[in-house]
């Protein structure tokens, strides 16, 4: 019953203001710094010993259901008055989605960071998506934290984005507990979830919670470490009932318990002992182990409930406070360079909630504001006041802290100082993601960097009018600053601005966010693809450019040879002068090159640049009077045309190295679809259960193959591309492009006519 009065106490008698919520928890936990009570703004600042913080994050597939456990332990821990709808049906919107298109769309689009407190122990967590395309949102977020919940669906079970959370908790060697959700939906099986969670995520893995019926008849908890029933009672679940285990429930109830000891007998080595010996171990004893082998991610304990039935989430809170690691127990490392050309040196950080070691942050997300740029820190050593200077890094430049911030979602509440281990925002520092910040300028230390992945899909961007230049500017720099996956560039061969991102959904979001927050519609296409026109075979040529008009005329002539260029050097052009006498006068050759040169950027088959030809200029004439650099830089384009109606010429296309990543189930369906593709298999290895392919293919072919192979692969592959050569493309392709270019060359001939027929 003291849990359930505690629990009533952090539900209902506590205020929804941070300082009077955080001032109710008893005093001997707590330690205010004097500069927070002497500051003349109304900040109080109250910093926990680092044995009551925890730092976690909640990550999973789509629609799993983080956003919604969000809301409830916001709700639960007296963050918020009322629970809401992550589709903002209510007008309101769950409050971690604060951005008016995640409301709309009902998907989690940025992390969103808040702090809250449960039982005396202050809680900062991060919301992260879910879908693929905003990955590195959940990536710079793992980096920085010390433990996570793995949300599961109780039907959809172990999904492609859930395998990728997996790997990234992996990369930063993240211990977790798992929660499956939903256990109210129609065919809910949280049994074969937890059989997922052990054969494809490989976690030795257990329940540490049974539910009482599932489906529509979801009732309540069995507790399986405390041995007991556990429901939820009252309007929103906030009045929890402890009771005895329901009778149809004792046998299973004590077999699932024993398969529990068994798995963290397996991840901890006392219990183990223990276990061997038939002994039993005590409830403390059992928490203690299950708690040192989660640290080590040995072992994963499996929560059970229902986030919108609110069910379950104060026993998920009580599992982050009991099993997920502190700051201190978390051995963070940074990088020591003792001179600026030396190797980096691993060394181990303090994480003491003290002033004694020098300041270290790491800035892992950015967002551009009303107020400027807030830069998200993580500090793993020392302490951060306001108005202190410290200095980046990387650009070795100086800068003032001038307010530092706690962030509830969207909302800021300000601070006056932060220790080792908070998560906090500062206002006003102008850095890059992943930027490292120190106390001093000769503090050579730095933070390792978050793994950033490769954009997958280019597309063409414009703003819809000219007009809206400006703001589209505006928009691509604050996007590009605060998104690493995102990227933009001007493509001055086909004189396009081209955007790449992690997928469709990723690109269309950020075009819907420049018409929303900058008022700039955008036109997305696909990107032109560079093509090139070559020579198959020599052409001479012989041409006289002659003008007379009165005065002083133009005259010039040039004989020579054009001649393909070997395939390895098909992307060159080449310029030789072999004359000899005064046929030509040297002066006037740098005019026939600049004639060559720029007639070489309009090729006669598709309008595409002209690459892998040499021109060998081998004589010419001149007039005394009427030849100037015009008239040779005429008779260069001259001789030109008539190779390019004289010679064969061939369409290239740029090809491009391929390597797909994804389970070996897949790997037929795959390399079907790379064949269809026009593509070359040059290779295939494996790893495990996952397979890599590596292939040779068009980039015209590409496009649209990020969609049709997460569609194939059930969202589990990846792939990645990078440029090989230029080849001569298929003779149907060339057909086609020659076709469009025709018809687009009849259509602009077309409107000048009518133009003229007007004036």
């Not at 798995?263 to 010996?277: A, C, P, Q, R, W």
């Not at 691993?346 to 790491?362: C, H, I, N, Q, V």
């Not at 495990?688 to 072919?701: A, I, R, Y």
Request: net charge neutral; proline share 4%; aromatic share 8%.
């Amino acid at each position: 019953m003291r849990a359930l009065e505690m629990g009533r106490f952090y539900r209902m008698g506590v205020a929804c203001s941070s300082s009077r919520f955080l001032l109710a928890i008893p005093q001997p936990q707590l330690r205010i710094s004097q500069a927070a009570q002497q500051s003349t703004k109304k900040v109080i600042t109250i910093h926990k010993e680092v044995e009551k913080i925890r730092n976690m994050g909640i990550s999973a597939h789509i629609d799993s259901g983080k956003t919604t456990v969000s809301e409830r332990i916001l709700f639960y821990t007296g963050r918020i008055e009322a629970m809401h709808e992550v589709k903002g049906k209510d007008q309101v919107g769950a409050k971690m989605d604060s951005m008016e298109l995640e409301r709309q769309r009902g998907i989690t689009i940025k992390s969103a960071a808040t702090y809250t407190d449960w039982k005396g122990t202050n809680i900062n967590f991060i919301d992260t998506p879910g879908h693929v395309d905003f990955t590195v949102e959940v990536e710079r977020s793992l980096r920085v934290l010390d433990g996570a919940i793995l949300v599961l669906c109780s039907v959809g079970g172990v999904q492609s984005q859930t395998l990728t959370v997996n790997r990234q908790m992996q990369r930063y060697n993240v211990p977790c507990l798992a929660f499956i959700n939903k256990c109210d939906r129609t065919g809910a099986n949280p049994a074969r979830v937890l059989g997922q969670v052990r054969d494809k995520l490989k976690h030795n893995a257990a329940f540490v919670q049974l539910p009482i019926g599932l489906e529509s008849k979801l009732a309540g908890l069995v507790d399986l470490v405390e041995e007991r029933a556990i429901y939820f009672e009252g309007e929103m679940g906030e009045e929890i009932r402890y009771d005895e285990i329901p009778a149809n429930m004792r046998a299973e109830a004590k077999d699932k318990r024993q398969e529990l000891l068994e798995h963290v007998s397996n991840g901890d080595e006392l219990i183990g002992n223990m276990f061997l010996e038939e002994k039993l171990p005590t409830l403390a004893e059992l928490k203690a182990g299950m708690r040192r082998a989660c640290m080590k991610r040995a072992f994963t304990p499996v929560f059970v409930g229902s986030a919108l039935k609110n069910k379950g989430v104060q026993t998920l809170l009580d599992g982050v406070v009991d099993y997920l690691p502190n700051p201190s127990e978390r051995q963070n490392y940074g990088l020591f360079q003792k001179t600026k050309d030396a190797e980096p040196i691993r060394t181990p950080l303090d994480s003491a909630r003290s002033d004694e070691k020098p300041f270290l942050g790491l800035a892992f997300k950015l967002e551009m504001g009303k107020t400027g740029q807030l830069t998200y820190f993580r500090i793993y050593q020392g302490c951060l006041r306001r108005g202190d200077t410290v200095w980046n890094s990387r650009t070795g430049k100086k800068v003032r802290i001038s307010r530092l911030v706690r962030m509830h979602s969207e909302e800021m509440e300000d601070v006056t100082e932060v220790f080792a281990g908070d998560i906090c925002a500062v206002l006003g520092v102008d850095c890059a993601s992943g930027d490292s910040f120190v106390a001093t300028q000769d503090y050579r230390m730095s933070m390792e960097s978050m793994h950033i992945a490769e954009p997958v899909i280019s597309m063409s961007m414009k703003a819809k009018d000219s007009k809206y230049s400006d703001q589209f500017s505006k928009a691509v720099n604050r996007f590009t600053k605060e998104d690493p996956t995102f990227r933009v560039y001007f493509d001055p061969e086909v004189k396009e601005t081209i955007c790449q991102g992690m997928g469709e959904l990723h690109l269309e979001i950020y075009a819907q966010r420049m018409e929303r927050e900058y008022n700039t519609p955008i036109i997305l296409g696909k990107p032109k693809v560079s093509f090139r026109e070559t020579l198959l075979m020599p052409v001479e040529f012989d041409y006289l450019h002659k003008r007379q008009s009165g005065g002083a005329g133009q005259y010039g002539k040039v004989i020579g040879v054009l001649e393909p260029l070997p395939p390895q050097k098909n992307l060159d052009v080449e310029f030789v002068d072999l004359t000899s006498g005064t046929n030509v006068p040297k002066p006037f050759v740098p005019a026939i090159e600049k004639g060559f040169r720029q007639s070489c950027e309009k090729g006669p088959l598709t309008g595409s640049k002209v690459s892998g030809i040499k021109m060998r200029l081998l004589d010419g004439q001149h007039h005394i009077v009427d030849s100037n650099e015009i008239s040779f830089i005429l008779a260069a384009m001259g001789a030109m045309n008539d190779c390019y109606q004289l010679g064969r010429w061939q369409v290239l296309e740029p090809i491009m190295t391929v390597e797909v990543t994804a389970p070996l189930e897949f790997q037929g369906q795959v390399t079907a679809q790379m064949q269809r593709r026009c593509g070359v298999v040059c290779g295939t290895d494996s790893l495990g259960d996952w397979f890599s392919l590596f292939v040779e293919v068009p980039l015209n072919d590409m496009f649209g193959y990020s969609s049709e192979l997460r569609s194939a692969t059930q969202g589990k592959g990846e792939f990645t591309m990078e440029y090989c050569r230029y080849s001569p493309c298929l003779p149907n392709t060339q057909d086609r492009l020659m076709k469009e270019y025709q018809d687009a060359l009849e259509a602009e001939n077309s409107d000048a006519g009518k133009k003229k027929k007007k004036n």
